[in-house]
């Protein structure tokens, strides 16, 4: 958490006069981290003044260790004529020197992103600013997963040139560089087939400590190995603990005497299949469940043997896809071990703890995906999980008490950055956003890398592409599927075909496209050029992508299709040749070459409907206390979370009577207690309709919902002229209510 202080004063404290250079002074003994951090924020400081900074016995920024300050946490006040920079532990001095960086006017994205600072005469504090912060979650992070069209082809073919296509240890450096600036301090680094194993990149552990970094693994790799990479069936046999137990054993252990310390590390245990798959040799889920339950405790004691007392170790098990309905049988994992809650591969947290579970000696985390390769269908292009969305989702797990361990699953983190710098902002603190200041976030985001002018400029627009990718995101444009039964579909993949839109719906889609591309080209001219790149790469090239792609799939004629066709290989190009080459072979615009992303042109087939009016949820007439109105979120941007019990009662103008259909389109949440999410509709206080959200996962109302970012319940009812009133009721937790629509029937 975060507190900044700085009242209204005639005093300041003046770290850079633009005459002589800025000056610091540091303990005599420091944690790596420290000298990583101080380096970086020298090359900051290079950049604001032209100069650098210098060591010094009187120097005006002095770096103190105070080991009464919490965990990663970090002070920063002025007292005299010096400016005191206080860190609990190695990281937080880190991140205190770094913070000195973001009030120089640094972006943490200055190197991924492009974002270059702009040259300062003067840099000063009030003689009575200080701020103290420490984190809300004790370990926040990143998993590289899905990096085969981004991250991967970069480093090999551009970054650090390599025969192999692996991710090499500059790329990590880098990484963990932009993870020290965010404020973030674990990483699960890249396991797919083709990424070398991290524990096999010479110096890549080293480079880790160097940047204070906490290195764990997926939710299906045991014991800090990477088994896509590193178990070789041809010598060890099957990965299967019912028949190969011993060597299984063996390779756990190998890992575990390699690495000899446990510091700076959060080891997975339990077991599944060598990539993301079921546990190879048991059948029934009886079986399974023993089996689980065998593994973690015989783990336990490979923990015990060869690193430590488990007790004393970070150690976390992944309830995810079935192990989750194994945990959930009676799974008996040690007090001290982690729980980590999933979302649903989309966004949406299927689970949080209970009110006993909460009480766990080892707490509680969350894997919360940014990007997806699966079905019903990835998304490995670009990042567009809308900001309320993010919100709702961690907030509502910190509420539940999940906060040793959160990590975001990024395919890329250039391209995933302002949704990973909210997930990472919420993590170091989770009061700096609210409800009703997500906007403000993005804004200052948008502030931060390109100024206020821009900020106000663009930022509208931004939202309105939020709120259009939320309808559907750019990769599900083609409404295709993938993991289809492949003695039906190629590749079992669907093809594009037909879209469910009217030609007007088409129409006004691309038209929204249309004024968006138009307001941020205006906002261009705003733009110093010394950022061109950054809001080509951040801003033009994913809302022109988008909109090409809605084009290609919604235009008139082929023709105008194909065009868009070209417009995003054009773009594509352009994002691979900015900066020099910088970024080349980093942007992919057809990730596993799916079908939506060819050049292909649909059928409309969506039929006219009666009258039809739609209405924000958050327009009630009144609502029980409680209730929230969520920024950002859903294809209203307000959409409004009800408490359990609660009730929102909307006025319903019917102009003639007749029989009509009324929608009630909500946020497609999941019911994170176990239990059911159930709501209620009345109309004029008459009797209540029950409706279930709850969907078993992957059922095809469940895929519908996802790919639509919202489901819907329907009545059919006979009004009357007049104001009729319509009430809606919570029955359980996590009822998020988007929309009303009201649909007169046909005659």
């Known amino acids: 958490m975060s507190c ?292 973690i405790d015989d783990q336990q004691v490979l923990l015990r043997q060869h690193v430590g007392d488990p007790s004393r170790l970070h150690q976390v098990f992944v309830p995810y896809k079935e192990v989750l309905q194994l945990y959930e049988k009676g799974l008996k994992v040690p007090d001290y071990v982690t729980l980590m809650w999933c979302d649903d591969n989309y966004g949406y947290m299927t689970r949080l703890p209970n009110a006993i579970e909460q009480q766990r000696k080892g707490g509680h985390a969350l894997y919360y995906h940014l990007s997806y390769w699966g079905r019903p269908h990835d998304y490995l292009w670009l990042t567009t999980t809308q900001p309320g969305l993010i919100y709702h989702e961690l907030r509502q797990a910190y509420d539940s008490h999940v906060r040793q361990l959160w990590i975001a699953n990024v395919h890329d983190p250039k391209v995933a950055a302002y949704d990973l710098q909210l997930f990472l902002d919420m993590a170091w603190d989770i009061n700096s956003v609210t409800p009703q200041t997500i906007n403000h976030h993005h804004e200052q985001w948008l502030r931060t890398q390109f100024g206020s002018d821009i900020s106000r400029c663009v930022a509208p627009a931004m939202r309105r592409y939020y709120q259009l990718c939320a309808m559907r995101r750019p990769e599900f444009m083609g409404w295709t599927q993938v993991e289809l039964d492949k003695r039906r579909y190629h590749r079992g993949l669907s093809l594009v075909d037909t879209i469910p839109m009217t030609r007007q719906e088409a129409d006004n889609r691309l038209a929204a496209f249309d004024a968006i591309v138009a307001t941020i080209d205006s906002c261009r001219q705003l733009l110093p050029p010394t950022l061109a790149d950054a809001y080509f790469a951040a801003i033009e090239y994913p809302v022109k992508a988008t909109a090409a792609m809605n084009r290609k799939m919604l235009a008139h004629t082929t023709a105008d299709s194909h065009q868009a066709y070209n417009d995003i290989q054009q773009l594509t190009a352009r994002y691979n040749s900015m900066n020099n080459g910088k970024w080349r072979h980093l942007m992919d615009a057809a990730p596993r070459q799916l079908p939506v992303f060819g050049d292909e042109h649909a059928t409309l087939t969506g039929k006219g409907h009666g009258l039809t009016t739609t209405h924000p949820a958050a327009d009630y007439t009144t609502a029980t206390d409680g209730t929230l109105c969520i920024q950002m979120l859903g294809y209203s941007m307000n959409a409004v979370k009800m408490r359990k019990g609660g009730t929102v009662n909307y006025n319903v103008n019917i102009s003639q009577d007749g029989y009509y259909t009324l929608q009630t389109a909500l946020i497609p949440t999941q019911p994170i207690d176990g239990g059911d999410l159930r709501f209620t509709m009345t109309i004029d206080g008459g009797e209540s309709v029950l409706f279930s959200l709850r969907e078993p996962f992957r059922s095809e109302r469940w895929k519908d919902n996802v790919l639509n970012c919202q489901t819907r319940r329907a009545v059919k009812v006979r009004l009357t002229k007049g104001v009729h009133q319509l009430t809606l009721t919570a029955l359980d937790e996590n009822i998020v209510i988007d929309q009303w629509i009201l649909t007169q029937e046909l005659q």
């Open 4 to 295: 900044y202080s700085a009242l209204t004063s005639h005093a300041e404290v003046v770290w850079f006069d633009g005459k002589q250079p800025i000056t610091y002074s540091l303990p005599e003994e420091m944690e790596p981290v420290v000298t990583t951090a101080l380096e970086m924020w020298k090359g900051d400081m290079r950049q604001v003044t032209g100069m650098d900074a210098v060591a010094s016995r009187k120097a005006t920024i002095k770096i103190l260790h105070n080991s009464r300050l919490p965990f990663d946490g970090f002070c920063i006040y002025t007292k005299g004529r010096q400016i005191i920079v206080e860190g609990g532990n190695g990281r937080g001095m880190a991140y205190g020197i770094l913070e000195l960086s973001r009030l120089a006017g640094v972006s943490p994205w200055t190197w991924w992103g492009d974002v270059v600072p702009e040259r300062k005469k003067r840099l000063v504090l009030s003689d009575d600013f200080r701020t103290v912060q420490q984190p809300s979650i004790a370990y926040r992070g990143i998993f590289i997963n899905d990096e085969d069209w981004s991250l991967r082809p970069w480093s090999s073919k551009t970054f650090e040139k390599s025969q192999q296509a692996t991710i090499g240890v500059q790329t990590y450096k880098r990484i963990f560089q932009l993870l020290l600036r965010l404020r973030a301090n674990t990483i699960w680094p890249a396991m797919h087939e083709g990424s070398t194993p991290f524990f096999q990149i010479p110096g890549a552990q080293a480079m880790a400590d160097s940047c204070g970094i906490v290195i764990g693994t997926s939710h299906c790799e045991p014991l800090l190995r990477n088994n896509v990479g590193e178990w070789d069936a041809a010598q060890r046999g099957r990965f299967n603990y019912k028949t190969n137990r011993t060597a299984v054993q063996q390779y756990w252990t190998e890992r575990l005497q390699e690495i000899r310390s446990a510091d700076n590390k959060f080891f997975t245990i339990g077991m599944r299949g060598i990539h993301d798959s079921s546990m190879e040799g048991y059948t029934t889920e009886q079986e399974k469940f023993e089996a689980l339950q065998q593994v």
